[in-house]
């Protein structure tokens, strides 16, 4: 029974997030790491971020179009072969049974080991953010597919065949309880997110994510450093709360 634990590597996984660039944002560095191991990774976008702008040259339409071009070569860059659009109105997204049956469907079709998702529950972030209400609507709509929807057979049976996903790593927790070393993928992070030209210009991201990966790394446990026994810590980190739904065989 694998432990889930900081070195674990998935067959597959399946990250669900509302907008083009949320994953590069807050998963990149694992995911990189991941499909670099051979984990077959799939990403579903709930929203083409189809309202992520104060330009007013784009109207709805072109900015998808833009976007999720934008969000196929960042996959590109991460070594992700599959992104499934699911082209849900940006700033709209709502957890309805309706979602949670499409979601359904996707786990059911790819059968990944692991999902990927934010936590629903992360409202506010400092004195200065209050999270997206489109990344609360995704973590709560995956989570309610994953467990207990995707895996019960009398549910839905035109939604494929149950499965069992093993773990959720629930990314922007405020417990978490998992560090994952993204020190050798962090120029594949920033290079991925850099692919989000319409949401960041010509900024240079790489000071942010490193910063940010240095906090993480931070507040991990000593003994986290990948491939150092003892004391190590990561410089840099991606945070998770892990939900282990495997049990263990009698
Ligand atoms: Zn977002």
Redesign the pocket.
Known sequence: MPRFDAGYVPRSAMAI??????IE?TIGGTIAKWSRAGCDVTFVLLTS?NS?THDRMFTRKSLARVREREERESARILGVARVVFLRHGDCELVPTLALRKELVRRIRRHRPEVVLCNDPQALFFGDRYIN?P??LAAGKAALEAVFPCAEMELLWPGAGPAHKVHAVYVSSAAAPDTWIDVTGTMDTKIAALSAHRSQLGDQDIAPYLLGRARDEARRAPAGTAAGKKGAGRPEYAEAFRVMRLLREEK
């Open positions: 997030y509302a907008h083009p660039d949320d944002f971020g992520g997206h489109d990344h």
